[in-house]
């Protein structure tokens, strides 16, 4: 099935580009240095928002890995990604938000104990940020596995060991927000969060998705099959 530069060849969709210009290099280098310097810059931020700012930069490597696959199963894996990406991605910058505009603080040190003083906020937070990394039982979890799933079909294993490598620093810093929550002492500059039903009804509204998809995650892969069947037309 012809279309533009690209060629559908073979039973699992695997994509074959113009030879005018090696796309799959470019797009593999491109992804592995998103990521990786992603990565590394969140590694050092202690202003949460900038860490997740970052953080994002190394997730649009991910997607970008999904399509450097050239097949529809990267492109299936992407989908899930970005469906994955947007609850979880929206709902950590959602709680920082909150907690900052209580605080006037988006520094580390500043939520320090906050697990204890604000059990749903804290706890809401986790879930998403373990989620980020990649870590059952969440949504994450499932859009890593399909991106690795496609990496291995394609017999990309060395890019699929960078992206695990990758992912074991996103751990790290991911981590490091969670020892602040639940395993750092209360200091003065602890918030004590006021919010709303609204907020919190916002919240269930993402946090639920990510752990339901963690555990049943039919209905998203194939309404992830749903759009590649509409892409692919």
Do not use: C
């Amino acid at each position: 099935i012809k279309s533009g530069f690209v060629v559908l060849i073979g039973e699992k969709g695997f994509w074959h580009l113009s030879e005018v210009f090696d796309w799959q290099s470019f797009l593999i280098i491109i992804s592995i240095a998103t990521m990786t310097l992603g990565n590394l810059t969140a590694l050092w931020q202690t202003n949460l928002k900038r860490m997740l700012a970052y953080s994002s930069i190394a997730h649009a490597g991910y997607i970008l890995l999904g399509l450097a696959v050239l097949s529809n199963q990267g492109l299936l894996a992407i989908l899930i990604y970005i469906i994955v990406y947007g609850l979880m991605n929206l709902g950590a910058f959602y709680i920082i938000m909150l907690i900052a505009n209580s605080s006037g603080s988006e520094d580390i040190n500043d939520y320090n104990g906050l697990g204890l003083i604000n059990p749903f906020l804290a706890f809401s937070l986790s879930v998403f940020l373990v989620s980020l990394t990649g870590l059952p039982p969440t949504a994450g979890f499932i859009g890593k596995l399909y991106l690795f799933i496609a990496l291995l079909d394609a017999k990309m294993i060395f890019v699929a060991v960078v992206a695990l490598l990758n992912t074991v620093v996103s751990l790290y810093y991911y981590a490091r927000v969670l020892k602040h929550l639940y395993l750092k002492p209360q200091n003065d500059a602890t918030p004590i969060i006021s919010f709303s039903y609204g907020n919190v009804v916002f919240i269930l509204f993402l946090l639920i998705p990510v752990l339901i998809f963690g555990v049943y995650f039919s209905p998203l892969v194939n309404l992830s099959k749903m759009f590649l069947s509409i892409l692919t037309m």
